[in-house]
């Protein structure tokens, strides 16, 4: 599985992004997939992930109620909605991938397998 992600850039706080992550092979729709971060200086990050069967999973400390993420299975792709991003939000934005029929997807990043090249989200206060 190869993975491209896009959709990152430089915004001011409270405004909103949306990354899309694209991801080539057959059998995409029983990938789990996940949403990680890395700030300068800091470890990487969990941010969303979402499972082959849709279950939602979240860094409630973080993100919670305000990141969506969604997958559309028909066009190997799965986006990460952020509204009232903060200064806090800013870091490398990276999409992954694990084969996996668990009904929750997996939120340590050692579970998965693949990596895109990341996309970098910088907020501005």
């Known amino acids: 599985v190869q993975l491209q992600a896009s959709g990152g850039g430089l915004v001011q706080a409270g405004d909103s992004l949306r990354l899309s992550c694209a991801a080539s092979?057959?059998?995409?729709?029983?990938?789990?997939m996940g949403w990680f971060r890395q700030a300068p200086g800091k470890e990487r990050e969990f941010v969303a992930a979402?499972?082959?069967?849709?279950?939602?999973?979240y860094n409630v400390d973080s993100v919670k109620g305000r990141f969506t993420i969604s997958r559309d299975d028909a066009k190997n792709a799965v986006y990460l909605q952020m509204n009232s991003l903060k200064p806090e939000d800013t870091a490398l934005y990276y999409c992954?991938?694990?084969?996996?029929?668990?009904?929750?997807?997996?939120?340590?990043?050692?579970?998965?397998?693949?990596w895109g090249q990341g996309t970098q989200v910088t907020v501005s206060s």
């Open positions: 992954s991938a694990v084969w996996s029929v668990r009904l929750d997807p997996p939120t340590q990043h050692q579970e998965y397998d693949y």
């Open positions: 092979g057959r059998t995409f729709s029983n990938y789990g």
């Open positions: 979402i499972s082959s069967y849709g279950s939602r999973l």
